[in-house]
């Protein structure tokens, strides 16, 4: 399994968001969504059998496919397995966190 893990580490680069404090959001990231998307942004293991795995934000289908709007709604009331975390997040965290998902590329 960490065979596995390093192998598919590498090729994800997250490209720093314009105005975000890089070190404070991906301390903010690391510590509310990291846990389970993982710090490289990749998505990780499903949290519970016949649980979908957490989203992988390197996937360009994925980028594509959500609003800021959408991606900061999910976050704030969460979705299927992911709980909701705006009573933790203030707007300005909220805006952090979803720079900081966009940052991430393929």
Same mark, same amino acid.
């Given at each position: 399994? =960490? @065979?596995f *893990?390093? @192998?598919v580490s590498g090729g *994800?680069?997250?490209q720093? !968001? @314009?105005g975000d404090s890089h070190a404070e959001t991906k301390r903010l990231f690391d510590s509310v969504c990291g846990k389970c998307h993982g710090s490289d942004g990749k !998505?990780?293991?499903p949290s519970a059998e016949g649980q979908p795995a957490p989203r992988n934000f390197c996937d360009a289908a994925f980028q594509a496919s959500r609003t800021d $709007? $959408? =991606?900061r709604k999910i976050i704030k009331q969460g979705k299927g397995p992911m709980p909701p975390f705006g009573a933790l997040l203030d707007d300005r965290q =909220?805006?952090?966190l979803v720079a900081y998902i966009r940052g991430f590329k393929p």
């Open positions: 399994m =960490l @065979a *893990c390093l @192998a *994800c680069k997250r720093p !968001g @314009a !998505g990780g293991v $709007d $959408d =991606l =909220l805006t952090q």
